[in-house]
Structure formats: structure tokens, C-alpha cells
T-cell receptor
Framework: DGGITQSPKYLFRKEGQNVTLSCEQNLNHDAMYWYRQDPGQGLRLIYYSQIVNDFQKGDIAEGYSVSREKKESFPLTVTSAQKNPTAFYLC??????????????????FGSGTRLTVV | RKEVEQDPGPFNVPEGATVAFNCTYSNSASQSFFWYRQDCRKEPKLLMSVYSSGNEDGRFTAQLNRASQYISLLIRDSKLSDSATYLCVVNDPGGYNKLIFGAGTRLAVHP
């Protein structure tokens, strides 16, 4: 079955440590996204990529980095510069290629998420 | 003003009740609208798209009022399994297939 796989499900980070969250999809989607969700808040966009070898900053990119070397993979690194990284991280993908007015016809499919905690 | 605003709830309703959620969005140029469902500590899942003419999927009905920049979701004959948080989602018209998520409305259906 096609889908998006995020790993690990739970991750614990020590102060000053970089950690990488994995996101892999076999849906053949071009676009991939990383969101962060804090309790009682909506999803906030960290980074997104519409095509291999290209990505853009979202609304809260500071302290994060990404790469998109393969269509299937969009890993997110949480660096030590991110001062409050404890959150639920969600990866998503979309088959939409983008429309003139930014329309989305299919919405996003999400992975099951990674819960990151600073210890 | 938030780009997508929802009443956080919770809405506590008995089984069989009809419940309605509302959502307002700030950018009149938005073209795409969705409702997502998110269970506790799980990922959001697409419930339904929202079309200009309104649309229905079983017990769920979505309506769009472009003039008022308002989206609604009606759930009839509520089931215990409907208990979840419902996210209102609109596209960012200045972006490239970018979606903006509301913080969600929590629904609790009780026996």
C-alpha cells in the first residue's frame, strides 16, 4: 500500500544536539511538507519542497534544515539553534503540481508523525 | 487576525445529535477548502473537500459562503466514533499548493 512513513515515532533530544527526522513516501508525489504542531495550536509550516533538489522556507524555518535529494525522501534536521523543539512533527505530501492561484485539488496526505522531546 | 479561525470547543453532544462547526478565513482569494479530522495524538486525515455548491458525504455536509468567507461542517446522527478534532483548511493563494490549517474544533460525543 502507498503511504508516508515517518520515523522514529518518538525521539528524545539532549540540549545542544542535532537530530534528524525521516520522511519517506511511495505515492509518487512531487510536493512534500514539514509541519510542527504544539498543543492547542494549528499546524505551522516549517519547510516545503515542490520538486527534487528544491525547497523553500515556511513560516517557522529558523533552527531547522531539510534536503530533497530524492523524490521519495524529505528528511528534517532539528538543529541546536531551535530553542524550543519539543513538539509533534508531521510530514505530508501532495500530488498537486500547483495552480496559478495556489489552488490545491487533492489536499495533503500525512505521515503518522514524530514526537520530539528535549530531555 | 488569524488566517483561519475556529471555535476551539469542546462541543459535548450526545449520540444521535446534530452538531455544526464554523470556520472563517481571512484571504478572500483562497480557492481551495477542506475539512480534516484529527484523532488524539494522531495525524490529520482528509474528511472532505468543500465545494462552492456545498457537498455531502453520508452524515457530513460542508458548506462554503465566499461572500462571508465562512465554511461550515454539519454532522448528523453523531456517533461515538466521531469524537475528534476537526480542522478547517484553506489554501494560501499567494503560495504554491500551500495549505493553512486552523487550530481545530474538538468534538466529544457521549453515550
Amino acid at each position: 500500500d502507498g503511504g508516508i512513513t515517518q520515523s522514529p515515532k518518538y525521539l528524545f533530544r539532549k540540549e545542544g544536539q542535532n537530530v534528524t527526522l525521516s520522511c519517506e513516501q511511495n505515492l509518487n508525489h512531487d510536493a512534500m511538507y514539514w509541519y510542527r504542531q504544539d498543543p492547542g495550536q494549528g499546524l505551522r509550516l516549517i519547510y516545503y519542497s515542490q520538486i527534487v533538489n528544491d525547497f523553500q522556507k515556511g513560516d517557522i524555518a529558523e533552527g531547522y534544515s531539510v534536503s530533497r535529494e530524492k523524490k521519495e525522501s524529505f528528511p528534517l534536521t532539528v538543529t541546536s539553534a531551535q530553542k524550543n523543539p519539543t513538539a509533534f512533527y508531521l510530514c505530508a505530501s501532495s500530488p498537486d503540481r500547483g495552480a496559478p492561484l495556489g489552488q490545491s485539488y487533492y489536499g495533503y496526505t500525512f505521515g503518522s508523525g514524530t514526537r520530539l522531546t528535549v530531555v | 487576525r488569524k488566517e483561519v479561525e475556529q471555535d476551539p470547543g469542546p462541543f459535548n453532544v450526545p449520540e444521535g445529535a446534530t452538531v455544526a462547526f464554523n470556520c472563517t478565513y481571512s484571504n478572500s482569494a483562497s480557492q481551495s477548502f477542506f475539512w480534516y479530522r484529527q484523532d488524539c495524538r494522531k495525524e490529520p486525515k482528509l474528511l472532505m473537500s468543500v465545494y462552492s455548491s456545498g457537498n455531502e458525504d453520508g452524515r457530513f455536509t460542508a458548506q462554503l459562503n465566499r461572500a462571508s468567507q465562512y465554511i461550515s461542517l454539519l454532522i448528523r446522527d453523531s456517533k461515538l466514533s466521531d469524537s475528534a478534532t476537526y480542522l478547517c483548511v484553506v489554501n494560501d493563494p499567494g503560495g504554491y499548493n500551500k495549505l493553512i490549517f486552523g487550530a481545530g474544533t474538538r468534538l466529544a460525543v457521549h453515550p
